[in-house]
């Protein structure tokens, strides 16, 4: 699950991460990844598979049956409508699904250190754990930037935290 911040320019590194390891990958898209960070003929190519942006039509296959999700790069946004139980978005739909379904989920934030200490952004990092999902979120997981500081963290992100944490679970 691909959300709209910076590291979703760099997704591809996930998506060959997670080849490597084995993983089928299927990238499915917030309309905000979709307008303003992502190459969706390139990541289709790389993926072998279409990405999903909205709910299937009539006719159209569905996803395949996940073994795991990672969500990343996940926004302030998504994170707190997540936990709120808010699915106004395709993304949205699916992760309340696949929570309640018990997959294994991590979910890899990408907030600046303002967003971060909010208090609504923090009680929803513990509800999200407290529904099962793996947050990496601190040591060991993304450490929040300064405020208009984002591009300088790019190559630092860790997406093979999150890959481990599902290959874990």
Known sequence: MICGAGPADHVDRMV??????GWDVWC????AAV????????L?????????TGHQRAG??????????????????????WA????????????AELTGLGLPIAV??????ALANNRPFLRSLEE?????????????GFVPHPPRTGGQVMDSYPWRAALDAVRRA
């Open 16 to 21: 060959k991460l997670a080849q490597a390891d």
């Open 128 to 140: 999200l754990r407290a529904a099962g999902v793996t947050v990496l979120f601190g040591e060991g």
């Open 60 to 81: 159209q296959p569905g996803l395949p049956k996940a073994a795991a999700v990672v969500v990343a790069p996940a926004t302030y946004n998504t994170i707190n409508k």
């Open 108 to 113: 890899l934030p990408f907030v600046n250190t």
């Open 28 to 31: 499915v898209a917030t309309p």
């Open 44 to 52: 289709e190519e790389l993926s072998g598979h279409p990405v999903r």
């Open 35 to 42: 307008e303003h960070f992502l190459d969706l003929a390139a």
């Open 84 to 95: 709120a139980g808010i699915a106004d978005t395709y993304v949205l739909t699916q992760l």
